[in-house]
Every structure is written in C-alpha cells, then in structure tokens.
C-alpha cells in the first residue's frame, strides 16, 4: 500500500507519539476495504503504541476508521482512505490524537478547551481538493483538544449515495449535527471564531490597542507577504492584516512558473508563504477585513483602517495588497445555485461530477485546464467561450481538441443558470453570431472567467481605474502620499504570483524610503 520512501518517513512520525491509540477499522466487501485493510496493518505495524482492531458495531460507514486515544474520549474518524492531499491529515491525526502537541497558538488552544456545547461534525471531501486539507485538519485539533466536539472526514467520492441524498455539490462541506454549517476553504482560526461567538469582540478590543506600525500591509498573499518580509527586514515596525492569509493562492491546483521552483501547488506555497512571514518581526493580523481607509490629514500624520469587526489600525504608511477573487457572469441562476452545481475550482469539486455532463466558461488557460482535468472525471465537458476564438495556450488548446468527450463552443454568451429541486440541470446560452439561443443539459457550470479586484471597500478614498484597480506609478505610489500598492489589485499588468512578489517587494522599499525621507524633514 505504501512505498518503501514514505514507510521510511512514517517511522519517524510514529516515533513521536507519546501516547497509545487505537485504530477502529469498519469493513465492507470492497475493494477500497481491502485498501484500507492493507494500510491500518501497515500503521499498525509501525509502532508499538498503535493498536488495531475491527469495529463491532453495524451503525457505522464502511470503509471507515476511527483513530482513538486509548482510555479517554479523544479521538477522530475517517470514512473511506485519506491518501492524496489527505494523506498529511492522516499523519496529524495519528500524531495529535497520540498527545503530540499542536503548533497553534496557546491563546487559540485556550479558545477551543474553553468552547462549551456537544458539536458533531462531518466534513466531506475529495481526494484531489487542494482546500479540503485545511478544514479536515482544523476540525480534527479542535475534536482533539475539546473531547466534546467530535468531527467525522467523509470521502464523497466512495459515498456518492450520502452525497446525493444531502445534495453536497461542493467541497469541502462541512455539517455540524446534520445540518448545512460551511463550504469552501476554512481555516482553524476562522472555524474557531465561527464557534465562538464572543471573538469578534474580544479580538476588536485587542487590535485598537495597537501601537501604530510604520508599515501596515493589508492582504496576506504574494505581494502582501513579500512586502512584509522587506519591510520587517529593515528593522521597522510592520503589521499584516488579512482577511484569509495565502489569498487566491490557496486556491490554485499547480504552479508551474515559479522560477527556481519548477512545481508546487497553492496551498504548499502559502505555508511556506507564512512561515517566511512569520521568520522575522511581523505582527500578522489574520481573519481581518478592511472597510475602510481613512488617510492622513497631513503628511507626517497617520493612516487609519477600519476593520470589519469594529477595530481601527494606524500607521504612519499602508501597503494596500488586496488581492482578487474569481469574476462572477453575473447572469441569473449563478448565485442561487452557487455549490448546487455552479463551482469555481474544479480541483477540488470535480471528483462529485463523476459521469455526470458539465460545462466550463472561458477559454483562457484556466478555463481549457479545467476543462482538460474535467474530461478525464466527469462524463462530458462543453467548454463555452465568449469570444470567437479560445485565449489559450495552443499546446492546451491542441491537447482539449484531442479529448473524446468534450464540445467546444465558441462565440457563446452563457445567459442563465437553470435547475429543478434545487440544483444545477442546463444553462441557457447565445450563439454571438446568430442570435440564437440554445439550451444544454447538464449538472455543474465551472466558471473560469478571470479576476475582479477586491477594492470595493477603497471607492472614493484613492484613485481607482475604470476596472477597479488601484491606480500606481512605477514606484508603487497611490493617489495618497504614503499610501502604496502592489499586486493583483492595482493596476500593474500581468496578474502573476511572481510578479506580485516583486510589486510588493518593491512597494516596501517604496514606503521606507517614504519614511525616511519624512523623517528628515
């Protein structure tokens, strides 16, 4: 089951547990039984502190196993087998439920022992969902150090009948005591804020007590983390505020132009994203959402951002490094079954199409990729493209026309969205050329229409392009003196990770020579 590499890397975790555990395993006739028989022997094998036996009770998934500390209520369950992006979940299961301490923070340790209430949770999965990781490993801490929150990862994949029956069309999807709780992608912080619901409060009387920073950074993706590092680096006082760390990096599947890095995936960079950040004096602000700017009054005064949870932050420069998010059609029908068969990352929803008839709209890059990943899930892709030609890369355009199950459409404007009980069941589309109007059949739309800027919150504060970017110069100056911008949400061209990491590099260095220049004055 496992190769001689990964047992090797294993060994050593399992060295590292403190305290014995049992594995519960539940079986079935299957084949992915028989899979995940083979690797519970093989964990089980691997250290004296690891028990195994089968699950008596007939009430329960199968394939499925519960990992328990032994003699405690401590504990977590997986149903179906946790390889692929969950395979490091596994890992951390075994070591956490095993006593090996968490990396979070004890203030946020503290939060969750302190949580009251029985909380049952169930999250669904796909193997090849790059955010899935997140939400499973956080639910998994909490269910560890609260024995009254207990959480269940389920393989929607191997649990299609379940899946159907709740209408999951998104993942990850989290229920808490059977009902609906979240989507998408969720980290421990936002899950435990969610839970508690005294945080906001407590967390807004904390940040107004801030001193204020020389550099404030708000956005926690490329450029965000890049200008951070630079200014930390200069030994002056820096903040990063961020509503989600990573940004739209933690949604991307595979990175392939990163230079010195021939491949990596979004999640992997935005850890080691944070852990950079995290190496020098950085005071990170997580789960934050800027409102509103309010600039200096004069020159040598301080810069004001509002926060969404009612806490202000001043600095005597601001670094605006919003990001984007995926561009909505805006045509009926997308909002009112967004997850009910409208999806915007196939990556992680594409295995919960299996067979099933879907489309993909735009045919840039990421739209022919997606379509390409889909057509070897789903049972057929109509790829959509608005105008009369694909915009993407010939070498993925030739490898798209080569598929079997794949129509493409050009010069088509998607006009709505449509379902019965609830979910997705066509989409209504206009042939640009001839005005007419057709009707296709099918159970999900991926939308992959490029990006908006997430700059609404700066409307008449700072000057803004008729597409909502920030307007910067070559030194990554704004309309406001000390205010600067760097990345996907300005006006620089060519939306791209490392383009993003030296705009904000370069704004950082924009700002200190502001500062210093100011200082002299």
Not at 133 to 145: T, Y
Request: proline fraction near 3%; charged fraction near 25%; hydrophobic fraction near 40%.
């Amino acid at each position: 089951m496992l190769d001689a590499n990964i047992k090797q890397q294993l060994n050593a975790y399992m060295d590292k547990l403190q305290q014995p555990i049992e594995l519960v395993a539940a079986y079935d006739d299957s084949d992915k039984s028989q899979e995940l028989r083979e690797l519970l022997e093989e964990l089980a094998g691997m250290s004296d502190k690891i028990s195994l036996r089968d699950e008596e009770s007939a009430d329960v998934r199968r394939p499925s196993f519960a990992i328990n500390r032994v003699g405690t209520d401590v504990g977590v369950s997986f149903a179906g087998i946790p390889m692929g992006h969950e395979f490091t979940s596994l890992v951390l299961a075994l070591l956490q439920v095993g006593g090996h301490p968490s990396k979070a923070s004890q203030d946020l340790i503290e939060q969750i022992q302190e949580l009251d209430g029985e909380f049952e949770f169930e999250t669904y999965f796909s193997l090849s969902c790059q955010n899935c990781p997140d939400v499973v490993q956080a639910l998994n801490l909490i269910s560890v150090l609260n024995p009254s929150i207990k959480h269940t990862s389920i393989d929607g994949a191997l649990f299609q009948e379940e899946v159907e029956q709740r209408e999951v069309m998104a993942v990850p999807s989290v229920y808490l005591n059977g009902q609906s709780w979240g989507q998408g992608r969720m980290t421990l912080e936002e899950i435990v804020a969610k839970l508690d619901t005294n945080a906001g409060a407590k967390e807004a009387e904390r940040l107004n007590q801030k001193d204020a920073f020389d550099v404030l950074v708000i956005g926690g993706g490329p450029a965000g983390s890049a200008a951070a590092i630079y200014a930390a680096r200069k030994g002056i006082s820096t903040g990063l505020a961020a509503e989600r760390f990573g940004g739209q990096v933690g949604d991307t599947m595979s990175i392939e132009n990163l230079i010195s890095v021939p491949y990596t995936e979004g999640p992997k960079l935005v850890s080691a994203m944070e852990q950079h950040v995290n190496e020098y004096d950085v005071d990170v602000m997580n789960l934050q959402r800027a409102e509103k700017l309010i600039p200096a009054e004069t020159k040598g005064g301080l810069h004001e951002v509002r926060l969404a949870n009612g806490a202000s932050l001043k600095s005597r420069t601001v670094i605006l490094s919003t990001g984007a998010r995926w561009r909505q059609m805006g045509v009926p029908g997308e909002e009112e079954y967004r997850n009910k068969g409208v999806a915007y990352c196939p990556h992680c929803d594409g295995p919960l199409f299996k067979g099933k008839r879907v489309a993909v709209i735009g045919g840039g890059n990421s739209g022919v990729e997606a379509a390409i990943d889909l057509a070897g899930i789903v049972g057929h892709v109509t790829l959509i493209e608005f105008g009369e030609q694909m915009r993407a890369d010939e070498v993925l355009q030739k490898k798209l026309r080569s598929l079997g199950n794949v129509d493409i459409i050009t010069s088509g404007q998607t006009t709505e969205i449509v379902g019965e009980n609830g979910k997705v069941s066509g989409l209504n589309y206009k042939d640009r050329t001839t005005g007419e109007e057709h009707h296709v059949e099918l159970e999900g739309v991926f939308v992959q229409i490029g990006l908006v800027p997430n700059t609404e919150w700066l409307k008449g504060d700072i000057e803004l392009s008729q597409h909502g970017e920030v307007v910067i110069n070559e030194r990554n100056e704004t309309s406001i003196p000390g205010v600067f911008a760097a990345g996907d949400a300005t006006t620089v061209p060519y939306k791209q990770i490392v383009i993003s990491m030296g705009e904000g590099s370069k704004a950082s260095l924009s700002a200190f020579d502001f500062l210093i220049r100011n200082s002299a004055e």
